[in-house]
């Protein structure tokens, strides 16, 4: 008998330790994620000052000064539809120059449609002639 109780005070002890251990490390998970939003927020402070230095140090005038000094500019294209990724590596104008080097994709213009959409279109018309006939 007393073996037995002896036992549950044991096991109760354990239990109310591990209890605490469990409270202790959800304390210091909460206390780190404090620490990380305030470093976040001093971090977007400090981001807005330098943004707000720069705005104030750039002139309209500073930047026409800026890019006369770097010659014509060309801009660069941007396509919302790239040709599929199957088809770029098909085009060696997309890869770059035989080296393997360049974004495959970048600024490449689209390519014209392919057979299957060609094929699509045929099956429009002819299904647009019969709806005539």
Do not use: F
């Amino acid at each position: 008998m007393l073996g037995k109780i002896c036992l549950l005070i044991l096991v109760g002890a354990c239990t109310a330790a591990g209890v605490l251990a469990i409270r202790q490390q959800r304390l210091v998970a909460m206390h780190d994620m404090a620490r990380s939003v305030e470093r976040s927020a001093e971090l977007d402070r400090k981001l807005w000052r330098v943004r707000a230095d720069i705005a104030a140090s750039i002139t309209p005038g500073k930047v026409r000064t800026m890019v006369g000094s770097l010659g014509e500019l060309k801009p660069i294209p941007i396509y919302w539809n790239p040709p599929p990724v199957s088809e770029q590596l098909k085009d060696p104008a997309l890869i770059g120059e035989g080296n393997g080097g360049g974004a495959v994709g970048a600024g490449a213009a689209p390519k014209s449609k392919s057979k299957s959409s060609k094929k699509s279109s045929g099956s429009r018309a002819s299904e647009g002639s019969r709806r005539e006939h």
